[in-house]
Nanobody
Framework: QVQLVESGGELVQAGGSLRLSCAASGRTFSSYAMGWFRQAPGKEREFVAAISWAGGSTYYADSVKGRFTISRDNTKNTGNLQMNSLSPEDTAVYYC?????????????????????WGQGTQVTVSS
């Protein structure tokens, strides 16, 4: 089992940048696929970005492609989400998630229920 703790969320003006971090503890983080999801008030949790266990493959929601970058450092058991050109539509609670079982389909990266472990979330608020 792995424990995840997000950090880095805060209030930022539109056009600004933030870097979210996800610190992992417990079992070997390097064997886990990792994803970032977000949930705005009154909306379902949605996929933002994901990265394979070795970092060789990355996936992004269309809404963030070109603005957000997901990365991981398995030597430090951390994952990161660099967010640039933020807009009020990016306001949400951001969650990191991890999966230790093999990913059998690319679609699994995008699906919240495919992830067994979740952090508590960090609030990102973008003001206009």
């Amino acid at each position: 089992q792995v424990q995840l703790v997000e950090s880095g969320g805060e209030l930022v003006q539109a056009g600004g940048s933030l870097r979210l971090s996800c610190a992992a503890s417990g079992r070997t983080f390097s064997s886990y696929a990792m994803g970032w999801f977000r949930q705005a008030p009154g909306k379902e949790r949605e996929f933002v970005a994901a990265i394979s266990w070795a970092g060789g493959s990355t996936y992004y929601a269309d809404s963030v492609k070109g603005r957000f970058t997901i990365s991981r450092d398995n030597t430090k058991n951390t994952g990161n989400l660099q967010m640039n050109s933020l807009s009020p539509e990016d306001t949400a609670v951001y969650y990191c998630a991890a999966r230790d079982s093999p990913i059998l389909s690319e679609s699994w990266y995008y699906t919240p229920r495919r992830y067994a472990y979740w952090g508590q979330g960090t609030q990102v608020t973008v003001s206009s």
